[in-house]
C-alpha cells in the first residue's frame, strides 16, 4: 500500500514537472519570435531554463517507470509460486521470463517483502510455499523397502521411492 501510494506520487510529481517544463519551452519559443528584441533575448533564456525543469521531470518518470516494471515482477512471481505450491528456480526463470540469477533475486525481494512465505528444499533446490510446508507430509520413508525419501513430498504429490519403485 505505501509502496503504491509512493509511486503514485512519483509519477504525479513527474507528469506535473515535465508539463511544466513544457509549458515554460513553449512560452520560452514565443518569446523569441515576438516583435520586442528585450522579449526575444529573454525568451532564449527563458528556453535553456526549461531544459532544468524537464530533465528532472523525465528522471522521475523513468525511475517510476523502473520500480513499477519491478513491482509487476514481484507480483508474478508471487502469483507463480503460490499457483505452482513448489518450483525450482530455474523453472520460475523459464516461467516469468528471466535469467536464473535474477528469478533467483527476484524471489528473494518477495519474501522479505512479505509476497509469499516459504522454505527451500535445499536437496531439490526447490521453493514451496508456508501453505504446503504446513500440510501434514505422511511418508518420510518408503513404507515397501524403508529407504529415506530423498525429497520432501507434499499433500496431493505423488511419491515415487528412488530405491524400489513403490508409487505411494
Given amino acids: 500500500m505505501v509502496r503504491s501510494l509512493k509511486l503514485s506520487l512519483q509519477k504525479?510529481?513527474?507528469f506535473l514537472t515535465l508539463f511544466a517544463g513544457i509549458f515554460v519551452l513553449v512560452v520560452g519559443v514565443a518569446m523569441m519570435f515576438d516583435d520586442d528584441p528585450v522579449h526575444s533575448e529573454t525568451g532564449?533564456?527563458?528556453a535553456m531554463f526549461s531544459t532544468s525543469i524537464l530533465a528532472p521531470g523525465a528522471v522521475l518518470l523513468y525511475f517510476f517507470r523502473r520500480a513499477r516494471r519491478r513491482l509487476e515482477r514481484l507480483e508474478s512471481i508471487a502469483s507463480v509460486v503460490k499457483s505452482y505450491r513448489r518450483i525450482t528456480v530455474a523453472d520460475l526463470a523459464g516461467k516469468i521470463g528471466?535469467?536464473?540469477p535474477e528469478a533467483s533475486?527476484?524471489?528473494a525481494h518477495a519474501i522479505a517483502?512479505?509476497?509469499?512465505a516459504g522454505n527451500f528444499d535445499r536437496t531439490t533446490?526447490?521453493?514451496f510455499t508456508e501453505e504446503a510446508r504446513r500440510q501434514d507430509v505422511k511418508f518420510k520413508f518408503c513404507p515397501s523397502c524403508g529407504a529415506p525419501l530423498g525429497r520432501i513430498f507434499l499433500e496431493?504429490?505423488?511419491v515415487k521411492c528412488d530405491r524400489c519403485g513403490f508409487l505411494m
Wanted: no cysteine; aromatic share 10%; net charge negative.
Fill in 12 to 14: 504525479g510529481f513527474g
Fill in 156 to 158: 496431493g504429490e505423488t
Fill in 113 to 116: 517483502e512479505g509476497r509469499i
Fill in 105 to 107: 533475486e527476484l524471489l
Fill in 125 to 127: 533446490d526447490e521453493f
Fill in 44 to 46: 532564449r533564456g527563458v
Fill in 98 to 100: 528471466v535469467s536464473i
